[in-house]
């Protein structure tokens, strides 16, 4: 957390855990811009705007930062709730998030819809390997989402990916 003596603002999050027919994770690199330098990898995702869930918030801020329109009932439940703390741009937060599980065929990265802020902060994306997240020693969150990735792989090729394309991902059942 920062030094500020403010108290920390409680946030709630809905992010997506978008995974290729490969298994792997689509992650985004970005910073704070309060820390100039310091960079990490984290899944496409962000803060509710009013009166949304965290599954409209996913489905809007997946759209925004990688051009992949989903409608919010295709995220189906969340695959995971945590709360985490930071800081960003010289403030602390309490953030309640839960993550989706969204399986593409494949996807390029459209980061046209991003606002200035997600301009700003975020520079480049990648898709990520549990195994390459595993052994990297960049900055990654969450900081198990190898295990994580791994829990979500289909009992079945078969059922990794949709035979059309992104539009038809498909999300695992019963997690």
Do not use: C, K
């Amino acid at each position: 957390m920062t030094e500020s003596n403010q108290p920390a603002i409680a946030r709630r999050a809905g992010r997506v855990l978008l995974v290729d027919r490969a298994g792997r994770a689509l992650l985004l690199h970005g910073g704070d811009p309060a820390r100039p330098g310091m960079r990490w990898w984290f899944t496409p995702g962000g803060g509710l705007e009013p009166g949304e869930s965290t599954v409209e918030a996913a489905a809007r801020e997946l759209f925004e930062e990688t051009g992949l329109r989903v409608d919010a009932g295709e995220l189906g439940d969340p695959i995971r709730h945590e709360r985490t703390e930071f800081s960003y741009n010289h403030r602390d937060y309490v953030q309640t998030q839960d993550f989706f599980l969204f399986r593409v065929t494949d996807w390029q990265v459209d980061t046209a819809g991003m606002d200035e802020e997600e301009q700003l902060t975020i520079i480049e994306h990648r898709w990520w390997s549990a195994a390459e997240i595993e052994a990297s020693d960049e900055l990654i969150y969450p900081e198990d989402l190898a295990a994580l990735l791994r829990s979500t792989e289909p009992a079945s090729s078969a059922e990794a990916s949709s035979p059309s394309g992104a539009a038809d991902g498909v999300r695992e059942m019963g997690l």
